[in-house]
RNA sequence: GCCGUUGUAGCUCAGUGGUAGAGCACUUCCUUGGUAAGGAAGGGGUCACGAGUUCAACUCUCGUCAAUGGCUCCA
């Protein structure tokens, strides 16, 4: 007999080479049902894999991520099995679950294929699940292995058998398919009700940008139709979301091939839009204690080369403008740091003067490969909320600490109320892909740590995602929807201030060199708002709103009284415009809500006799009649509250 | 930058080897209407750009540019 400890402490006794399958039977047949896979000894296990001596066993299904895993994982082998019968002496690479569904990458050798084979496919892999095949795990040598694969022809996955350590290495085979794989996997496919291939891509072998470019299939599997249909319809909600087509269609901004491409022109309201976000911005920094500086646009090549940027991107930066006369060469600014670090050092600085805070939404720009720009999420002209701490080491936790206040605060105003932290730290055994001492990165990484702890941010570590001069903390929000976005980032620098060679005078008397935080809460205006856009669906709260209501007279004879209306709420400093189009209210009220604007009051021949308003909300119904001043009170509360 | 897909009116899209269409938007006129589209008329396109094939190209072929889905990259 072993004992099996399972997730609520409880120890239950079965036969040796138990099956964590005949466990979740002998728990509850609906369980058993369910059960997708499980992990033994902290280890996910096959169902179906013997237990041979006492153990811990967790079950899993649908409702656990790593159950997800396996059944995507599985899932794959499905779509690779069916598309191997269908296109056969193809060679397979890898194929992984990911965060929603899984892909493999193939290599058709000299088939085309494209999104209307899926269809094809699809049905393939449904006949294959009706088989009810049966997945086998299969254990071979390294030989063995290799063998089956030069049989096959299929170099890539004899280069990932060649990449594995001596010893055991296993098999999974259902049907005709047999894949290199660790597992584990379903017992078979029975589980996997609905299917859909969403796309295809190109994706290089390995990641590897030289080396053969497979066809890449994203697919999606789900243990019920209807969450295949849920998911559908968030992908068309995504859609109808997406920041490019809102921003087109609410007149935000735009891109013209004529001044350049991955250069965004913001229209009126997305200029209105983003400058109230700037200001809201302004005005929380300066209770922080920044102060605001303004920096030309370009830069002396020197100064780059002091920050360590030229030698860094030089090559891979928009080529320097240069002087006629002197030939003087010039880069378009990249960034605001090295600028910011000339002003402080434009004169002696006192340890009384630190913590120096020096706040910029400064345009920078950057040359991102064409095949990478995206609306306003990758761009090649952005403006970051950037600022730059210069501090003592006693400071550095403090003020760490406070710009993660900062940031929380803007999270909570925006609605932002799902975010992860993530720590990324430098990759010890490549560090030449970075500058500055060991010491320093030590220091750095610690502080960020520490404040991290003290402000009981629950965070990730991520070795290998520093940025080549320090450490740094970033923000990645979860919109309405549920998508993740990387937005604000604070990094901890020691390297350039010892790189412009910055100094202050300690009470001490003596010269001690400041430390720089780098910090941007929104990240870049273009890609906040790109986010912003998406998480509200272009109904942005009521302070942010281009404008805020709609007065819709009746008819043209009551156009003055709406301008009386209008007049009145402009005074107290609220958003209106009036439709005094000759259209019918119905249209009127039907534009007004495409166009997302938060309130309409609409006024006729009752509202002028009493002297009253019809209010109604975007996306409600008729709120009835009210005093204007009620109702400036209603828009003016909601805009206080949103702001608190 | 690489691979795939796409490019027709301001927007969303139909269409054909014989020099182009719809809806919305726009302009004008009629209508003065009470909670998501009132009616009529009109203007608007080198069918992304450049070459080639053809009697003839918006349509077929090649190239360029751009958009788009990914990959690689991201100070």
């Not at 003067?353 to 306003?376: I, N």
């Not at 909300?617 to 009210?626: A, I, L, R």
């Amino acid at each position: 007999m072993i004992h099996i400890t399972l997730p609520d402490g409880s120890i239950k006794s079965y036969e040796q080479n138990i099956t964590s399958y005949e466990v979740a039977l002998s728990i509850s047949e609906g369980l058993a049902r369910n059960v997708l896979a499980a992990i033994v000894n902290d280890e996910v296990w096959d169902l179906h894999r013997p237990i041979q001596s006492n153990a811990t066993l967790r079950l899993l299904t649908w409702d656990d991520e790593q159950g997800k895993d396996v059944f995507w994982h599985t899932s794959a082998h499905l779509m690779a099995s069916a598309i191997e019968m269908l296109y056969p002496g193809i060679k397979f690479g890898i194929g992984p679950s990911i965060e929603v569904g899984f892909y493999y990458d193939i290599d058709f050798m000299d088939y085309t294929i494209s999104s209307d084979d899926f269809k094809k496919i699809e049905d393939k892999m449904a006949e294959l699940v009706a088989n009810k095949e049966k997945i086998n795990r299969i254990e071979v040598t390294k030989e063995e292995a290799l063998k089956y694969f030069k049989k096959k022809n299929d170099e890539y996955k004899i280069e990932l058998i060649e990449g594995l350590e001596e010893g055991t290495i296993t098999f999974y085979k259902s049907g005709e398919f047999v894949d290199l794989c660790r597992g584990p996997h379903l017992p078979d496919m029975s589980p996997i009700k609905a299917i859909k291939l969403l796309s295809l891509a190109g994706a290089y072998w390995r990641g590897d940008e030289k080396r053969k470019q497979l066809t890449r299939i994203y697919a999606v599997t789900f243990p019920k139709k209807k969450l295949l249909d849920e998911y559908l319809l968030l992908l068309e909600e995504a859609k109808k979301r997406d920041h490019r087509k809102l921003g087109k269609e609410l007149e935000l901004f735009t891109f013209s091939q004529t001044v350049g491409v991955g250069l965004p022109i913001w229209l009126p309201k997305g200029a209105a839009l983003r400058e109230r976000l700037e200001n809201f911005l302004k005005k929380v920094q300066k209770e922080y204690g920044y102060q605001q500086v303004i920096c030309p646009h370009i830069g002396n090549v020197e100064l780059y080369k002091i920050s360590g940027h030229y030698q860094k991107y030089g090559q891979d930066s928009f080529r320097p403008i240069s002087t006629p006369q002197e030939g003087e060469e010039f880069f378009l600014k990249p960034m605001n740091c090295p600028h910011h670090c000339e002003i402080y050092s434009c004169k002696p600085r006192s340890y009384k003067d630190l913590p120096l805070r020096l706040a910029e939404f400064g345009t920078v720009y950057r040359y991102e490969q064409s095949g990478e720009l995206h609306g306003l999420t990758r761009v090649r002209g952005f403006t970051q909320d950037d600022a730059h701490i210069f501090c003592t080491p006693d400071q550095l936790e403090d003020e760490f600490c406070k710009v993660i206040d900062i940031i929380l605060y803007i999270f909570k105003t925006l609605d932002f109320k799902d975010y992860t932290v993530q720590i990324s730290l430098r990759d010890p055994d490549n560090k030449e892909k970075y500058i500055g001492s060991d010491e320093n990165w030590k220091k750095a990484e610690k502080a960020i740590i520490d404040a991290v702890q003290k402000r009981n941010l629950n965070a990730v570590i991520e070795i290998g995602e520093a940025a080549f001069y320090g450490p740094k903390l970033d923000f990645m929000v979860r919109d309405a929807i549920g998508r993740k976005w990387q937005l604000g980032t604070i990094q901890v620098d020691y390297n350039l201030p010892e790189r412009f060679d910055l100094e202050y005078i300690g009470s001490d008397n003596q010269k001690h060199r400041p430390i720089m935080i780098h910090r941007a809460p929104f990240g870049s205006m273009e890609r906040f708002i790109a986010v912003l856009i998406e998480h509200t669906g272009g109904n942005f709260p009521l302070w942010l709103a281009f404008e805020q209501v709609a007065i819709l007279p009746i008819s043209d004879k009551y156009i003055e009284y709406a301008q009386q209306i209008a007049q009145q709420l402009e005074n107290q400093g609220i958003r209106v415009t009036i439709d005094d189009r000759s259209e019918k209210t119905g249209k009127k009220i039907r534009d007004a809500e495409m166009q997302k604007i938060p309130y309409m009051i609409i006024v006729g021949e009752k509202e002028m006799e009493n002297n009253t308003v019809a209010v109604r909300k975007h996306g409600m119904q008729d709120m009835g009649s009210m005093q204007l001043d009620a109702f400036a009170q209603i828009i003016n509360n909601e805009i206080k509250n949103q702001l608190s």
